[in-house]
């Protein structure tokens, strides 16, 4: 670390072990545009290799740029240890690939990105790993669907389009009792939670999202706390107690504490063995960008957020809106969730269900001038959506509904305009929709 300091916006810009360019004192972090790097002779070659010293040899699985920003993410989450992906899918995939192989099972909360959904329902099923769904709102539910085989628990901070917020600590709770670490995507809520605090074991990110910040580049994270036992439940952890044989054996639970002094088994397993066997590298140009993005991040993050809870006080008592979804304006085990994980923030989401139902919904979507219809979050500019047609499309009705969206739901991904504006073009939309015909079709 370059900076000890636990505050975001220092090290947002300082985290890691960059300061400047060994070669050049260059202050901004050069793009290592390279595959490969040579080997100082055979013997250093070989330690490489076997992991008696670390260093770079090709950059799908290690590489300077990248590593910079594994660093930094690390440092912002009080991780020990990262790995940047290209993407976030691969991020969620590999945590899993990480601790599941055929036979095995996760539990998984049902609220979640839709993608997210897919590949576990769908991808990862194919693959044997069996995905069982657990509703948040009863931690208990999580132990319900435990048995023998069960390797991860996997959620989501702040997942749209409920935007209810997970109970990190009760469900980490649960399964460090059985060996069973709780997995993160913390997307949505960088800065804001930090889930290691809360017993979470593994953190991931879709980078592409608020930590790049401007909608130019794909990438994902797994960030590894350093703070889960791997060996102490043996037969609940395989990967990680017994002989890897595609490297030479190795128990990665016992070595890798001997060999780095911390217990990064997670990340250097996904390094070492997913990164080389599978690929998904980030390419180095795509973390400098992202890296750009994370500079500036806390400072955006508080407009982000300051401009949501203008809009959301804006849309909650509309004529045109039945019902709004806003961690600021919910009751009970949600609020309570939302005051005690999310730092007195609520992020920068916000859905709202149209009286209109599904034609208001497009004819919102349409009319809007300034907001971008996209499928994507955590951009500069303000983005809607209408999920049922796009971003949860692949999921039927049944899921949709168990996933909280509804036919008439809007998202709104709050960006860094100027508030008034965003709001003028919330009027024009939501004045397009009061004008077609019919009812309400989706008030609660
Ligand atoms: N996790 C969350 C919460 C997301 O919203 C997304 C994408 O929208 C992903 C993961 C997947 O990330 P990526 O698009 O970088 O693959």
Known sequence: MTTKSRHPETVALHGGNFRTDIA???????????????????????????????????????????????????????????VALSSGQAASAFSIQNVAKAGDNIVCSTDIY??????????????GIDVRFADPNNPDNFKKLTDNKTRAYYAETLANPKLNVFPIEEVANIGRKEGIPLIVDNTAAPIICKPFDYGAAVVIHSLTKWIGGHGTSVGGMIVDGGNFDWVAFPERQPFFNQPDNSYHGVLWGEAIPKIFGVQIAFAIRARVVLLRDLGSAIAPQNSFNLIQGLETLPLRLKQHNSNAEHVAGFLKDHEEVSRIIYP????????????????????????????????????????????????????????AIHPASTTHSQLTAEEQLKAGVTPGYIRLCVGLEHVEDIIEDLKIGLEASSKVAGSSSSKN
């Open 24 to 82: 050049t004192n260059a202050v901004a972090v050069p793009i290592y545009q390279t595959t490969s790097y040579e080997f100082n002779s055979c013997e250093h070659a070989s330690n490489l290799f076997a992991l008696k010293e670390l260093g770079n040899i090709y950059t799908r699985i290690m590489n300077p740029t990248n590593a910079v920003l594994e660093e930094r993410v690390a440092a912002l989450e009080g991780g020990m240890a990262a």
């Open 114 to 127: 839709g993608g997210t959904w897919n590949l576990f329902n769908n991808t990862l099923r194919a693959l």
């Open 328 to 383: 600021k304006f919910f009751d009970g085990r949600s609020k309570q969730n939302a005051k005690k994980y999310l730092d007195g923030e609520y992020g920068s989401m916000i859905g709202i269900e149209l009286k209109k139902g599904v034609e208001g919904g497009k004819a919102f979507i349409d009319a809007l001038k300034l907001h971008y219809h996209v499928a994507n979050i955590g951009d500069a500019r303000s983005l």
